[in-house]
């Protein structure tokens, strides 16, 4: 996904919470989110990922030089991986759900099994450093269906909001 998608997609899930929580204060786009994030002095972490989509190199892993799944080099890349051509890949074309497939070919074999993504994340929705109250979106990506389906706005199942006080 481009930074562009990324920040339009983000924007489209403002909306549906402004929608949805009219008496929250949000901000208005992804870049004024951003700014509000920014103003709380909160930083974000780069992880490292396996070529192949398979492990992260994060807590007991962030030292390794090899993934701990299908020995891929972290650094070098190998042309017969499944992302060579340098494009972001799909989650089904990483080695761990082929190894779910071939562990479980019953459930891969039925179309009509669903496999989904989770995403969840914490925010302060009325953008005050005083309060302390803050809720979580957990939202589902049917990955099942093709990418350019699945990360479509009617394709996004908002499934909870868990509120945190």
Not at 3 to 10: E, T
Not at 85 to 101: E, I, Q, S, V
Not at 151 to 162: E, N
Request: aromatic residues 10%; proline residues 7%.
């Amino acid at each position: 996904m481009y930074v562009w998608d990324q920040c339009k997609g983000m924007t489209m899930i403002l909306d549906l919470l402004k929608e949805a929580f009219a008496h929250a204060k949000l901000p208005q786009s992804f870049s004024d989110m951003k700014k509000v994030i920014r103003k709380l002095g909160l930083t974000s972490e780069s992880i490292h990922a396996c070529p192949n989509n398979c492990k992260l190199y994060w807590e007991a892993n962030a030292e390794r030089e090899t993934c701990i799944v299908c020995d891929e080099s972290r650094w070098k890349k190998n042309n017969s991986s499944a992302n060579s051509d340098g494009k972001l890949g799909h989650p089904r074309d990483g080695l761990a759900w082929k190894a779910f497939d071939i562990q479980h070919p019953k459930f891969a074999a039925d179309p009509r099994n669903v496999r989904l993504g989770l995403a969840s994340d914490g925010f302060n929705p009325f953008g005050t450093t005083s309060s302390s109250y803050s809720i979580w979106p957990v939202v589902l990506f049917p990955y099942n269906l093709p990418p350019w389906i699945s990360m479509k706005q009617t394709s996004i199942i908002l499934s909870m909001i868990i509120p945190e006080k």
